[in-house]
């Protein structure tokens, strides 16, 4: 992948909140309503959530946030690739990158929550080949057959 930066971004500026609104689109489309656990925007305004965004010379590529759950663990919120950038390993970046700041912060552990149908199944695939293996809910999520809960030990 050519050269990239990946750095803290502003979930208030018109390119982050485009590329948010296209991760809640399609978290719409595919599960059914009340059971969507991506962040609205009114969720970026947390102190416990750091969203990150992927530039390659300036372009938004693709964003995704940690939450801080308690001391030693965070939570990987809205991963979300633009769609004429996928399978270019963007994805796979913001992933490390994640992974990285939780190390750096202390946590010990990261989870996340994923859809269970095929429409995230490369989601999952990426997850799984980082480490990550299937638990049960955390947090403030409960059981749900439209979810995959994940976790890492860091």
Do not use: W
Not at 50 to 60: E, Q
Request: proline share 3%; glycine share 10%; net charge negative.
């Amino acid at each position: 992948m050519a050269e990239y930066l990946i750095s803290t971004d502003d979930h208030c500026s018109p390119d982050v909140r485009d590329l948010l609104d296209q991760h809640l689109d399609f978290a719409r489309e595919f599960t059914p309503p009340g059971h969507i656990h991506a962040l609205d925007h009114d969720g970026y305004h947390d102190p416990d959530v750091t969203l990150y965004g992927l530039r390659r010379g300036g372009l938004l590529l693709g964003i995704g946030a940690l939450r801080r759950l308690d001391a030693g663990h965070m939570e990987i919120k809205s991963m979300h690739t633009v769609a004429a950038a996928r399978r270019q390993g963007i994805g796979q970046a913001i992933l490390d990158h994640l992974l990285s700041e939780a190390r750096n912060s202390g946590a010990t552990r990261v989870s996340l929550e994923t859809g269970s149908f095929e429409a995230f199944a490369a989601a999952r695939e990426l997850y799984l080949a980082a480490g990550f293996t299937e638990c049960g809910p955390f947090g403030d999520h409960v059981e749900s057959h439209t979810s995959a809960f994940m976790t890492l030990g860091l």
